[in-house]
């Protein structure tokens, strides 16, 4: 082992003595406190003894107390009846008084109305008056002003007539050239739909043909339909390439018109898709390939073939026979050898009578074929009757002719339509600019004639308005005058009136005051009243108090008692358990010192060996560091040769740079290279020479100035701002999308958020609800939203009512009432959705002993969920822990962990 190992090992054993030594400690400890428990036990069992007998003295006492505060309370009664008899004569007494009071302030209150409507009516006919006066001289201000006004109106509009006419005029004819741009617009985007419906029936028509097309050379590159051994040969080999030898297949080679395919195919049938190989060496190899892979059987045709002797037809002129096979073949010459031994015995016939007409021709000795794919063979088999329908292989290969053919006539149609209808479309947006050109034209000229229009007739309504109000005027002076002199007749009435309610008003008044003195009278004998019967009722109240909290306190004794019997049994109790306790860490105290003392003996070995071993460790430290000095003075060495190449390379490129701006500077200047500078340097100019040049020089400088800039990338650029704006605007397009999908989104997740949260908001509450009282013993609790229209920003206030008290807000509860509220909302919390383990700091601090009982058995009931570390200094959370740890301090600084398991 290494030192460091030893080092831990070491490390290891002093830790584990000190864990020891530790708990030796604490089991000392636990020990004297255990005695020190049993001593305060007995202690306390004497005490509580002799409380029990003060306490029954007591309840003697107040039971004798509570008699004597019954007595006062029955005679405080009875005053309290005879005083109450009395105040409710003197609130009748008073009542009537108030009555008639209150009826005398009814009528001065009518009187004092009518003296007010009256000089009310008299301030407004005074102000009805000077009103009428001041409106008549305005009246006759304003009929003047409104006479010079008709005079310019009636001018105005007959100028305005003039103008509006000419504006009519111009506005007819440039409806009527917009009408007949409108008509050949018409035209040309009707005329343009059927060149875009024409283009797109071709272009449907070419899309399809190709398709097809497509297909069929898929198929047949795929040598789909042929046998699985020359699909296998032809179309899919292994390793992607074909065999060696390997040409084409019979049916890629030959070409026939359309009305010999049916005969060619039939008499060929299988060997159409004979294999053409090079050699019979390459047709061995093939078939070794088709054995090995069981890819199926194959037909093969060597180009360079046996000779056989040709049988020479005799066709003697039957007007049936159509001729020999091989003349109705197309085929590439180097294949003609393989096609002649295939065909160069057929004969092609237009029916059957005729195929057996030639049949039996002593001089024929070939094979027959009809047009329609009857066979006679040389030895007189016919073989014939009715196929399936679907195109054979060299039907296929002409399909696939014809519609490339196709294919390309309808690809230039589609191409001209095209472009025909993009000229149309030019035409179009040329004619529709101009029309928008006339259209706004034509709005410009109608909003304009409309605008003259609306200010003409303002100006006829106007000067109608006006006539209408001269005439007005001239009345409303007319009646003014009238209605000043009827007023003049209602003031002199009014001042009549005014004088007799105003005696009327003093008589009232002196009556009143006579009531409201004998209703004060009254007020006063019934608040003594009130007064003495408040004082019967506080000392009665006063009473009944004390009588209730005597009761009380009897009650309160009695528990107490009850109490102190319970603590006399539960110290008997503990000190059983404590004497149990002291004996079992002496124990365990004897076994733990051998432990340490075999722990001290390895230790000291260790330390030995370890001493050892770190001299010579030292030694090869000394060596190690004379090598790392040298090694660090070679690395200086190379860092100064390497800075100093640095500077030098950084020098070289400065001087690159100057000479490379140097040469930049002569081009833009002078537009002249480096070249030409050094051979006319070759030739020094004289003075003379050396001014003409610059003033050439300058002369070309202002020339190049006054042209100005030429912007040569104009097109370029517009091109670049174009495809710029196109792109951006599809940027625009796919952001609003992508926007309104995340709007639609987000109100997704609002819901399902809004929906779970009010799920789990109604369960927590409930199990809130069931801890509390199940914690409190009692009461009640709730939890509410602070906003329930918006729960996802709504807060959440804890309205707390523990049993016995009346329902407060959480802050106004204890500390302990507080820490078993937030006790009974976590683990409601972890009912819904447990935690796999949670740590609590302290939660038990502000509890007392019945609540920390409590306390641990909702713990229990919550350890199968999740598992629970408690932070405490309470010894009673202790003794219902599983596993024990224990932090201490030996060393100032250092803490030390102790863990102890509890069965």
């Known amino acids: 082992r290494t030192v460091n190992e030893k080092k831990e090992d070491i490390h290891s054993i002093s830790a584990r003595m000190a864990g020891d030594e530790h708990a030796i400690e604490l089991k000392q400890s636990n020990i004297t406190r255990a005695e020190a428990d049993i001593q305060t036990a007995d202690h306390e069992i004497g005490r509580m003894n002799g409380e029990i007998e003060s306490l029954t003295l007591e309840t003697q006492a107040q039971r004798k107390e509570l008699g004597d505060l019954s007595e006062r309370i029955n005679e405080q009664g009875f005053a309290l009846e005879r005083e109450r008899e009395a105040r409710d004569a003197a609130r009748r007494a008073l009542s009537q008084a108030e009555n008639q009071a209150r009826e005398g302030e009814a009528e001065l209150l009518a009187v004092h109305q009518q003296i007010s409507q009256k000089k009310n009516k008299q301030t407004a006919l005074d102000t009805r008056k000077q009103y009428l006066a001041d409106r008549d001289l305005k009246l006759e201000e304003e009929q003047g002003a409104l006479r010079s006004q008709l005079q310019g109106l009636t001018d105005q509009v007959g100028l305005q007539e003039e103008e509006f006419g000419h504006g009519q005029s111009l506005l007819s004819a440039a409806k009527n050239e917009r009408d007949g741009l409108r008509q050949q617009v018409k035209e040309g985007r009707e005329k343009l739909e059927a060149l875009n419906e024409a283009a797109a029936l071709v272009k449907e028509d070419y899309l399809a043909q190709s398709s097809v097309r497509t297909s069929l050379v898929e198929l047949r590159r795929k040598f789909e339909g042929f046998q699985s051994g020359v699909r296998h040969l032809m179309a899919g080999p292994e390793n992607g390439e074909r065999l060696p030898g390997l040409r084409e297949v019979l049916v890629d080679v030959l070409k026939t018109p359309a009305e010999y395919e049916a005969a060619i195919e039939a008499v060929l049938g299988e060997q159409l898709q004979t294999i053409i190989v090079d050699s019979y060496s390459d047709t061995v190899g093939a078939i070794g390939y088709l054995r090995e892979h069981q890819a199926g059987r194959g037909t093969f045709l060597p180009v360079q073939h046996k000779p056989v002797s040709v049988t020479t037809l005799h066709l003697n002129g039957n007007p049936g026979v159509l001729g020999k096979a091989m003349d109705l073949i197309e085929c590439r010459e180097e294949y003609r ?440 013993q009692g009461g009640k609790a709730e939890l509410i939203l602070t906003d329930p229209a918006n729960p996802l920003e709504s807060g959440i206030e804890i309205s707390a009512n523990p049993m016995g008290k009346i329902m407060q807000n959480l802050s106004l509860l204890s500390g302990g009432e507080k820490a078993m509220t937030a006790i009974a909302l976590m683990f409601s919390v972890f009912k819904v959705r447990p935690s796999p383990f949670c740590l609590l700091d302290e939660v038990d601090a502000p509890l007392d002993e019945a609540n920390v009982i409590r306390f641990q058995e909702m713990l229990k009931e919550m350890s199968d969920k999740t598992q629970f570390i408690i932070i405490t200094h309470n010894q009673k959370t202790m003794s219902f822990a599983d596993v024990l740890y224990g932090i201490t301090m030996e060393e100032k600084g250092v803490s030390k962990a102790v863990s102890v398991t509890l069965n």
């Open 337 to 776: 050898p393989v096609v002649e031994l295939l065909l160069d015995s057929v004969a092609v016939v237009r029916d059957l009578e005729s195929a057996i007409q030639l049949h039996e021709n002593p001089e024929f000795h070939g094979t027959v074929v009809t047009q329609s794919g009857e066979i006679i063979d040389p030895r007189g088999m016919v073989t014939g009757g009715a196929g399936d329908n679907s195109p054979g292989l060299l039907a296929q290969n002409r399909k696939i002719e014809e519609l490339t053919a196709r294919v390309q006539v309808l690809q230039g149609e589609v191409e001209s339509a095209q472009n025909m209808a993009g000229e149309q479309k030019g035409r179009v947006l040329a004619w529709e600019n101009q029309l928008q050109q006339i259209d706004q034209d034509v709005n410009a000229r109608t909003l304009t004639l409309a605008n003259a229009e609306k200010d003409l007739q303002q100006a006829r309504r106007e000067i109608a308005r006006l006539g209408e109000r001269l005439s007005s005027l001239d009345q409303e002076r007319t009646q003014g005058a009238q209605e000043v002199d009827g007023l003049a007749q209602q003031l002199e009435m009014l001042a009549a009136e005014l004088s007799e309610v105003e005696a009327e008003k003093a008589r009232r008044e002196s009556g009143l005051e006579g009531l409201r003195s004998q209703v004060e009278e009254v007020r006063r004998g019934l608040e003594t009243l009130s007064g003495e019967i408040g004082r019967i009722e506080v000392l009665a109240a006063s009473l009944k108090g004390k009588r209730d909290n005597t009761l009380t306190e009897i009650k309160r004794i009695e528990l107490q008692q009850e109490n102190l019997r319970h603590r006399i049994q539960k110290h008997d109790r503990e000190k059983t358990e404590n004497a149990a306790r002291i004996q079992s860490a002496q124990e365990e105290i004897r076994v733990l010192e051998q432990k340490i003392l075999g722990q001290a003996r390895e230790k000291d070995q260790l330390s030995e060996e370890v001493v050892q071993e770190e001299e010579a460790l030292r030694e090869k430290e000394d060596s190690l560091k004379s090598m790392e000095q040298e090694t660090r003075a070679l690395a200086r060495q190379i860092q100064e040769l390497t800075e100093a190449m640095s500077r030098v390379e950084l020098r070289r490129s400065e001087i690159k740079l100057q000479i490379t701006h140097l040469e930049e500077r002569a081009f833009e200047e002078f537009n002249v290279i480096l070249a030409d500078v050094i051979a006319a340097c070759a030739n020094e100019l004289n003075e003379e020479e050396t001014r003409e040049a610059e003033e050439r020089v300058r002369e070309l400088k202002d020339k190049i100035a006054r042209m100005g800039e030429v912007n040569l990338a104009a097109l370029s650029e517009f091109q670049q701002a174009d495809e710029r704006y196109q792109f951006l605007k599809r940027q625009q397009e796919d952001l609003a999308e992508s926007i309104h999908l995340l709007h639609e989104t987000i109100e997704r997740i609002n819901r399902t958020t809004r929906d779970r949260f009010l799920e789990t908001f109604e369960k927590v509450s409930t199990n809130f609800k069931e801890v509390f009282a199940r914690l409190f």
